[in-house]
Structure formats: C-alpha cells, structure tokens
C-alpha cells in the first residue's frame, strides 16, 4: 500500500507571506495526486489535481508542483481565508490521503 | 448542480451496525464512482471505499471485513454498511463524487456518528 507523508503537521505565518508543504509517496505515483483544502466544519475541496493542474475557480496564488515521490503545495501571499487543513491524496484507485497539514494565520 | 447528502443515524451503540445512504443529483451514479471518507474528530482523512459506476466495488483493507457498499441506481443513493462498530469509529462520513481524473470534486456535508457504549 502507498503510503503519502504530508509535512509540516502544522504551520503559522502572516498574511501576505508565501507557504511552502510538503507530500511524500512511499513509492512513484507519477503526477497521480490531487490536494484539498478543508476549513473547521466543512468539506473538502479540490484545489489541484495531476499535481500542478488547478481546479475551477482556484485562486492562482494555489501552484501545485511535483512528480514521482515529492510534491509540493505553494501558497503565495497567503490571504486570511486560507486559514485551513490541507490534504495531498493520491489518486485514482484506492486513494489514500496525507495526514494533513494546518496552516495557521499569526 | 451535482449535490451529494448523506443521512444517517447520530448515535450507534456498541457492536452495532452502521448504515448511511448518499443520496446524490445532477449526475448519475452509472457515470461516475462515488468514495466513501471518514474523518474521525481531530483527525484526518481515511478513505473508505468506493462504488465504481460499472457497479464493482473496492474496499480499503482495513475495512474489509465488515465494510460493505451497495447501490440503487433508480434512487440515485449509495449506502454504506459497517457492522461491529468500535469506539474509534466515532467520525464524520463523507460521500464524494470522482471524476475520469481521478480526483473527488464534490463531497456531501458529512453525516457525524457517535459510538456509545
């Protein structure tokens, strides 16, 4: 089984800032991943899908980046809003997500 | 406009079985799969399993054995069966809808179970 390793657990930074997270496969899943975003109380939501293709209506500051075993999530000028859990997921069949990251506004 | 909601009892006791249905519109469920995630309280997402539109099914393994998921497409609902329920499977159950990319792009509201004793 595949197994995706999300880092940091968690992170604060201030709006306006770029922020960087990490997903890790146990082995090569191409660009087979896709991340959401999940706010308290709420669904998840597709952001990025085959690792770098942003979902409708996703704002550009969302870039998705990657291939193989590392893939990265890049938020530029983090706006209040994105306050939220991020989960990177690899696709198709038997999905498995990341344990999440949250990422906090000081 | 593609919806998905699941319905589902609150409180489940002990051992017990476990039985929520996804009732979706705007698609149909012979066009795309629907996945069933949990999400325990804290925590993270798990997948669950999945109703594949041709009508087969998959199962995380960790679920297997007491997992099971089933469909009427005439009503447009997916259910979801677990029986012997623990302590630890006190989640949030989502049903989600996945695209030919592979990837959930619509997800129901999640119906909240409590495990009691």
């Known amino acids: 089984n595949i197994v995706m390793t999300q880092s940091p657990k968690s992170m604060s930074i201030s709006v306006g800032d770029r922020v960087t997270m990490n997903c890790k496969a146990s082995?090569?899943?191409?660009?087979?991943i896709a991340w959401y975003q999940q706010k308290p109380g709420q669904s998840p939501k597709l952001l990025i899908y085959?690792?770098?293709n942003r979902y409708n209506g996703v704002p550009d500051r969302f870039t998705g980046s990657g291939y193989g075993t590392d893939f990265t999530l890049t938020i530029n000028s983090v706006q209040a809003e994105d306050a939220a859990f991020y989960y990177c997921?690899?696709?198709?069949?038997?999905?498995?997500f990341g344990g999440g990251t949250k990422l906090e506004l000081k | 406009q593609v919806q998905l909601k699941e319905t589902g009892p609150d409180l489940v006791q002990l051992t017990q079985t476990l039985s929520i249905t996804c009732t979706v519109s705007?698609?149909?469920?012979?066009?795309?799969?629907v996945h069933w995630v949990r999400q325990p309280p804290g925590k993270g997402l798990e997948w669950m399993g999945a109703?594949?539109?041709?009508?087969?099914?998959d199962y995380n393994s960790a679920f297997k054995s007491r997992l099971s998921i089933s469909r009427d497409t005439s009503k447009s609902q997916v259910f979801l069966k677990m029986n012997s329920l623990q302590t630890d499977d006190t989640a949030k159950y989502f049903c989600?809808?996945?695209?030919?990319?592979?990837?959930?792009?619509?997800w129901g509201q999640g119906a909240s179970v409590t495990v009691s004793s």
């Open positions: 989600a809808r996945q695209t030919a990319m592979g990837v959930m792009d619509a």
């Open positions: 705007g698609f149909s469920l012979t066009t795309y799969n």
């Open positions: 109703m594949w539109n041709g009508g087969g099914t």
């Open positions: 082995q090569n899943v191409y660009n087979n």
């Open positions: 085959y690792a770098s």
């Open positions: 997921q690899r696709i198709y069949n038997s999905p498995t």
